[in-house]
T-cell receptor
């Protein structure tokens, strides 16, 4: 079975600064996927970024990048140039080899200060 | 394109009543998931279907919960009888089988309050 751990319940960052949200995972699958989702206070879940276990390059999507360290089993999310609208809960998630069952971490609440 | 559609968005009911939550996945998606989100337990996978067949229901809390997917465009999650501890936001999500990223597409959630 897969396990996702997010050890930061809450974080603060100053507007325009970069922030790293931590995520570690555990799996026995050789092929798996790693995801980050954002949940603003309105409640919807928004997909941010994806990293496949065999992808050699770190995934990037605009201001989001995923710092993938396979040997350490970590998949940290880096948000550059934080904006006030980035204040939200952030969830790390993973799937196993069949990409059918998604496991979510407990989330990190990010507050961006003006 | 229409996203995942859930109804109702909000439901307030009394303990002991039957609750039915509905979900229409994105057309063409083969997998459908029901999640429950609470402050205490975070996001819990309740059940997921692949090609309308329940694959894993190990997350369903107890016999009071049941889920069906009679066709590719509709699923229900039923709680009977409901209890106050069932109060949560219930998300439905769908995913294309082995899509480019295998990304989950979430509905807006159904917020259930059981009094």
């Amino acid at each position: 079975a897969q396990k996702i751990t997010q050890t930061q319940p809450g974080m603060f960052v100053q507007e325009k600064e970069a922030v790293t949200l931590d995520c570690t995972y555990d799996t026995s699958d050789q092929s798996y996927g790693l995801f980050w989702y954002k949940q603003p206070s309105s409640g919807e879940m928004i997909f941010l970024i994806y990293q496949g276990s065999y992808d050699e390059q770190n995934a990037t999507e605009g201001r989001y990048s995923l710092n993938f360290q396979k040997a350490r089993k970590s998949a940290n999310l880096v948000i550059s140039a934080s904006q006030l609208g980035d204040s939200a809960m952030y969830f790390c998630a993973m799937t196993g080899y069949n990409f059918n069952k998604f496991y979510f971490g407990s989330g990190t609440k990010l507050n961006v200060k003006p | 394109d229409a996203g995942v559609i859930q109804s109702p968005r909000h439901e307030v009911t009394e303990m002991g009543q039957e609750v039915t939550l509905r979900c229409k996945p994105i057309s063409g998606h083969n997998s459908l998931f029901w999640y429950r989100q609470t402050m205490m337990r975070g996001l819990e996978l309740l059940i997921y279907f692949n090609n309308n067949v329940p694959i894993d229901d190990s997350g369903m809390p107890e016999d009071r919960f049941s889920a069906k997917m009679p066709n590719a465009s509709f699923s229900t999650l039923k709680i009977q009888p409901s209890e106050p501890r069932d109060s949560a936001v219930y998300f439905c999500a769908s995913s294309p089988d082995r899509g480019r990223t295998g990304e989950l597409f979430f509905g807006e959630g159904s917020r259930l309050t059981v009094l």
